[in-house]
């Protein structure tokens, strides 16, 4: 059994936590527990998105979400 990479392009612009939990195919809660280490560099949402640039830390932070396919 091998595993396939398949690369999605992931567009940079504001996003929710539940739209973002989505990208990472997890629940908004789990989510929130894996910014909590990084959110003094992240910073406060305005309102219910993150801006562009605490986006772009986010996916530095954590890295950028990829999809996996099993192959067999």
């Known amino acids: 059994m091998g595993v396939k990479t398949v690369s999605t392009v992931t567009e940079i612009k504001v996003y929710s936590l539940k739209e973002l939990a989505g990208l990472y195919s997890v629940c908004p809660r789990t989510f929130n527990k894996w910014l909590i280490p990084h959110s003094e560099k992240i910073g406060v949402r305005s309102g219910r998105f993150y801006n562009v640039a605490q986006i772009q830390i986010i996916f530095e932070s954590i890295g950028l979400p990829k999809n996996i ?4």
């Not at 396919?69 to 067999?72: N, Q």
């Open 69 to 72: 396919v099993e192959t067999y």
